[in-house]
């Protein structure tokens, strides 16, 4: 029955669980998209994350878990980050659209996931690894109804938690969000401040690739604790979505990251509920979600001025 | 030697072999990367392409393979090249793909009794149509209110696959055909099939549409007032503006043909190839078309050729993997370096202006992209 508490609770925690890699992403994508570069490789990004971060653990079985989780995290980052600058390069350095650049690296993404999956566990298939570890806070998690859904998580839960605010401090509070912000909106200032625009636009797209390829992670390790052909499904779309509606802001980019993730979470859920409606409709909600807040968010907010625009000094 | 007639035709071509130059030599580059990845994956390189090329050129069967592969990705590849020639980033056509096989196979379906010349015209229009249909919220949305269509066309393409799964569900789809161990329709209706070209294959009428079609756009692009408003468009919004160019009509034109065009090649699987509309029946044809656009620098003629190379690498890719065991994704990773090598392509500079000046008419838009 949908509203009594323990369905809230099961919808509520999923929610949680299944925004927090939207979030970290998000976070990633806000800083991209500020500077002034457009990452819609996120999805492949998020999938090579997803791949490195189960194989890195599978390798690692009967290490501790704590320590396999954290090693996994961590090469899934800097697969994330590796991808990114293949990015960076191409966009920033010599100038390519973006969104063919991110486009290709999503096709090399999967292909080359897919083609390493069946090399790394063959034709066995999917195989469950240690994931996240999860975390239970003492007296907090006995709150009826909210302390299950909030403090009874995986790491990567709290991480989305604390994380949006972080980023949006530092976005909005000092000289480096100020360096990217500018880079973004009117790079020529950034220049003439004696600073590298360039720089600036390579270091906010890798972090997206470090965040994308932790959000990788999350997915994998977060609740499966395996990796499947494409399993980021879109999620990586969904991002750029979230990072529209909640107007370029890590916090209500997170926000959005939620909505979607409670979408998803509901869908989940739709099919054993009966609730008149096919199924189908209910795996398209997130998607269509995203399309109604990105038509719903523009014209009460604004793009970063130079998104998409390589930076070249001669032009301006 | 230097036979005077010849001099012209040494001038028409010059241009082209220099443009041919990039895309050829991405593809080689692209080959000899994927190489290694075949070797970490613990095959033979030259076994791997070896089979993979039997399977695309080895015979009658497997060229009629290829080029029942290449027709799917020649509809698609044109529906994204014109967009990308107008300045505009339709990476949806795998949702319209999907919408035009929906509405195409609904008419197709129906027990209408007509003749063939009737029901497979009014077929393909159906498909046109439901593509288009799914371009037109995000070709509005971008046109008259400024809402930057890569994220809606691409959220559209989950929509789309999703509306497809629904509607061919075994248990309460409309369309779906009861008590299927797969997600499918009934068989459509033989008056809209389209016709077998080469007997005993099955290489359907579907790739003479993309063929007319590729021609036609290669036309209406270069040689008519549309065309080049569009191409105006693309290369130069500024100057577009100045000339007076209703912009937003022109955007939301070209996104509902180049909808309605990817939704063709959902028309001709069902149609041609299949015969029912199945679930998930596209292994991402339309995100190909990205990669068919790009190669062919977005010119619809050269469209023709990347078609035909990434639907052998497809043909190619499922005889690979019989006799060597390797993923049929290693294509992907193929098709990927091959677009990120002719973006790269130190290579694309040079050969552009080798192309430019040997040429003494320098197209402004082959830039496009």
Known sequence: MPFDPAFIVDWGSASLRLAAPLVLAAIGGVYAERSGVFNIGIEGMMLIGAFTAVAVSYYLAGVDIAIAAALAAITAMLAGGATALVHAYLSITRGVDQIISGAAINILALGLTNTLYRAVWGEVGRERVAGFPE????????????????????????????????AAFVLFRTTWGLNIRAAGDFPAAVDTAGLSVEKTRYAAVLFSGLMAGLAGAALALGAVRYFTPGM?????????????????NPM????????????????????ALDLGLPYQFFVMLPYLLAV??????????????????PYRREAT | MRAPILVPIRAAVRPIAYRAIVPLVSIAAALAVSAVIIVIVGASPLEAYGAMLRGAVGGIGSLATTAVRATPLLLTGLAVALS???????IGAEGQLYAGAALSAAVALLPLDLPAIVHVPLTLAAGFLGGALWALVPGWLRAYRGVSEVVTTLMLNFVGIQLVAYLVDPIDGPMGERGASYAQSQVIAESAEL??????TSLHAGLLIGLGLAVGLFVLIKYTPLGFRLRMLGGNPVAARFAGLS?????LVVMLLSGGIAGLAGAAEVMGLRHRLYDRFSPGYGYDGIAVALLAGSNPLAVILSATFFGGLRAGANAMQQSTGIETSVVLIIQALTILFVILGPLRGWARARAARSSESVEASASAV
């Open chain 1, 135 to 166: 975390v239970r806070i003492p007296v907090l998690a006995d709150i009826p109804i909210v302390g299950p859904i909030l403090f009874d998580q995986s790491v990567v839960v709290f991480a989305a938690f604390v994380l949006p605010i972080v």
């Open chain 1, 232 to 248: 980021t499904a879109g999620r990586g779309f969904i991002v750029l979505g979230a990072i529209v509606f909640g107007r370029w």
């Open chain 1, 252 to 271: 209500l980019a997170a926000v959005a990251c939620l909505l979607f993730g409670a979408a998803d979470a509901f869908q989940l859920r739709a099919q």
């Open chain 1, 292 to 309: 109604l807040a990105i038509a719903g968010a523009i014209g009460r907010t604004r793009a970063p001025q130079q998104l998409g625009i």
């Open chain 2, 84 to 90: 990308f020639r107008a300045g505009i980033f339709n």
């Open chain 2, 195 to 200: 016709p077998i070209l080469i007997r005993g």
């Open chain 2, 247 to 251: 912009e937003k009509r022109e955007i």
